[in-house]
């Protein structure tokens, strides 16, 4: 069955530390996605990758960098962490192409203290 | 700009009721359309996916329908159980090889003992 494996399910952080999420997907999938989720507001897009060592931005990139150097893991940077971060992180991935639906993790609550 | 309403939020039923989840979304132009379930604190796990050509998918207890002439989806679930007490999210994905999904918020469904 295929898998996307987010590598912490809780984090608590302090501000100003430079976190890393690190997510990995063995379906060889070429693109993946990173998620914020936040009550009342849904999930948003916060970077994503079409192959390695290619990312875009989403819909909130601020705060937020990414890295992709191997086409199985996406990792999300945030430098210098804040309390407004503090969220359920999720991770997903997908074959290009109309027919392919995409696989999610299990998600990372983040709590920025 | 592409929008996803899941109306209610909320839903509460008893057990053994059928019942039908709706999901609208403004722009017809659409490669295919997905339903989600997620668990407190969990991640998307999806349940169905439709493809644009397609009319209906079903798996289970589930079945989804897809109308893209009204702007409209259902998912219909039969014979409901407490254990299908989750949040459902449809999320539909534009034409292109590398477009990204438009989330609804999502209906967080009850089903009562």
């Known amino acids: 069955d295929v898998k996307v494996t987010q590598s912490s399910r809780y984090l608590v952080k302090r501000t100003g530390e430079k976190v890393f999420l690190e997510c990995v997907q063995d379906?060889?999938?070429?693109?993946m996605f990173w998620y914020r989720q936040d009550p009342g507001l849904g999930l948003r897009l916060i970077y994503f990758?079409?192959?390695?060592?290619?990312?875009e931005k989403g819909d909130i990139p601020e705060g937020y960098s990414v890295s992709r150097e191997k086409k199985e893991r996406f990792s999300l940077i945030l430098e210098s962490a804040s309390t407004n971060q503090t969220s359920m992180y999720l991770c997903?991935?997908?074959?290009?192409?109309?027919?392919?639906?995409?696989?999610f993790g299990s998600g990372t609550r983040l709590t920025v203290v | 700009k592409q929008e996803v309403t899941q109306i209610p939020a909320a839903l509460s039923v008893p057990e053994g009721e059928n019942l039908v989840l709706n999901c609208s979304f403004t722009?017809?132009?659409?490669?295919?359309l997905q339903w989600f379930r997620q668990d407190p604190g969990k991640g998307l796990t999806s349940l169905l996916l439709?493809?644009?050509?397609?009319r209906e998918q079903t798996s289970g207890r589930l079945n989804a329908s897809l109308d893209k002439s009204s702007g409209r989806s259902t998912l219909y679930i039969a014979a409901s159980q407490p254990g299908d007490s989750a949040t459902y999210l449809c999320?539909?994905?534009?034409?292109?090889?590398?477009?990204?999904?438009?989330f609804g918020k999502g209906i967080t469904l009850s089903v009562r003992p």
């Open positions: 379906m060889d999938h070429e693109n």
């Open positions: 439709i493809q644009s050509s397609q």
């Open positions: 997903a991935s997908r074959v290009p192409g109309q027919v392919s639906g995409y696989t």
């Open positions: 722009d017809s132009a659409i490669y295919n």
């Open positions: 990758s079409y192959d390695v060592k290619m990312k």
């Open positions: 999320a539909v994905r534009p034409p292109g090889a590398n477009s990204k999904l438009t």
